[in-house]
């Protein structure tokens, strides 16, 4: 019997945040960036996941030197904290010159411009020890479909990853997929787009997914099949796991509380396929509440990683002879309900 994998935890600083929503403003003292740093190993987690302006404040205006130095000084601080940076994520949604999308922008100068950011965010992995950069394509779609040919948006988006796998002969990319938010319907909505762009690039094991548990469920799917999807190709790389409710805005809920069900779908499918075993992490991109004082909040970070190891024991305590058996005879009733008492504790 295989030794069990031991799962691994991973957020980006920007998890720690103010509360603020496209209705208001901060609804909590801002925690100084650096110090977030100093809060993961005690909340049980060992992976960072940035943006390439977490490392580089203002990295608009700085030069290559100082951006270098930056990662090393981002590299050293890390080690003395025991944590490991897990990828660096080009913010390309931000900047007047994305407003519109960057790498599948009508414009000239934004194409230009987000092939820059993305180039630094490159270096910055490399300088951190980083082995890959993440796309989330935040902007890259349309607000009316006329706006932009689709076929040439796609073509645009393929370039860009084979400049990029051209750029540097190690770095891996991760697409991670999101059907609409900030845009009304984006490029690359889902597993499928993301696994086929893989394979069209020149450098298709390179070329891997990340699955947010809340994006695949605004496209109207489930994240554990999104996951199995990639699994079933070798393509998963990580996980932003958290929940939603329903079909409206990103909402980046704790893991697990809207539909518990489906989460622990998501954490049978990683185990049973082995994920973690060569140092994939479980991220947790959540959110925590407008309305929750103190700073900083980490609750919602706590809370998300222990329902996904209680929902860990559930899966390792699932009978899997019974569920077989059930399987075999088509009895799908008793399987839900099989499943259903065993979550509530029955069993
Ligand atoms: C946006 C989202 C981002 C990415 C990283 O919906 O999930 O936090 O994960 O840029
Ligand atoms: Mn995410």
Same mark, same amino acid.
């Given at each position: 019997m295989p030794k069990s994998t031991v799962y691994r935890f991973s957020f980006g600083p920007w998890n720690i945040s103010e509360g603020a929503d496209p209705f208001g403003p901060d609804s909590r003292k801002a925690f100084p960036h650096e110090r977030k740093f100093e809060l993961y190993r005690d909340l049980g987690f060992e992976g960072v996941q940035f943006h390439d302006d977490d490392v580089a404040p203002g990295v608009e205006g700085l030069s290559h030197g100082q951006i270098v130095s930056k990662s090393k000084a981002v590299r050293k601080m890390l080690r003395e904290h025991g944590l490991v940076p897990e990828f660096v994520a080009p913010r390309l949604w931000?900047?007047?010159?994305? &407003?519109?999308?960057?790498?599948?922008?009508? *414009? #000239? /100068?934004?194409?230009?411009?987000?092939?820059?950011?993305?180039?630094?965010?490159v270096?910055? $992995?490399? #300088?951190?020890? +980083?082995k890959a950069i993440v796309l989330w394509l935040a902007r890259e779609g349309s607000y009316i479909r006329e706006s932009k040919s689709a076929k040439l948006a796609y073509e645009r988006l393929l370039a860009v990853i084979d400049k990029t796998l051209a750029y540097d002969s190690k770095i891996e990319i991760w697409i991670e997929p999101k059907p609409n938010e900030?845009?009304?319907? $984006?490029?690359?909505?889902? +597993?499928?787009? $993301?696994? +086929?762009?893989?394979?069209?690039? *020149?450098?298709?094991?390179?070329?891997?997914?990340? &699955? #947010?548990?809340?994006?695949?469920?605004? $496209?109207?799917?489930?994240?554990?099949d999104e996951m199995a999807f990639c699994l079933a190709h070798g393509k998963l790389a990580?996980?932003?796991? *958290?929940?939603?409710?329903?079909?409206?805005?990103?909402?980046? /809920?704790?893991?697990?509380?809207v539909n518990l069900r489906g989460a622990f779908n998501q954490v049978l499918v990683l185990e049973d396929c082995g994920y973690g075993r060569k140092g994939e992490f479980v991220g947790l991109d959540v959110k925590a509440m407008r309305t929750q004082a103190g700073v900083p909040v980490v609750g919602h970070l706590k809370a998300s990683? #222990?329902?996904?190891?209680f929902l860990l024991e559930k899966v390792r305590s699932y009978d899997r002879g019974r569920v077989e058996k059930l399987r075999k005879a088509r009895d799908y009733e008793a399987l839900e309900l099989y499943t259903l008492e065993h979550l509530l504790g029955r069993h």
């Open positions: 931000f900047d007047p010159r994305t &407003i519109d999308g960057g790498y599948t922008s009508n *414009n #000239e /100068k934004d194409r230009a411009y987000a092939w820059h950011r993305t180039k630094v965010s270096d910055i $992995a490399r #300088e951190l020890g +980083a900030p845009t009304d319907m $984006a490029y690359v909505p889902t +597993a499928g787009h $993301a696994v +086929a762009l893989a394979y069209a690039s *020149n450098a298709p094991r390179r070329v891997k997914v990340l &699955i #947010e548990s809340a994006h695949a469920l605004l $496209a109207n799917l489930d994240p554990s990580s996980v932003h796991l *958290n929940d939603q409710n329903g079909l409206k805005y990103d909402q980046d /809920k704790n893991f697990g509380a990683r #222990e329902l996904f190891l």
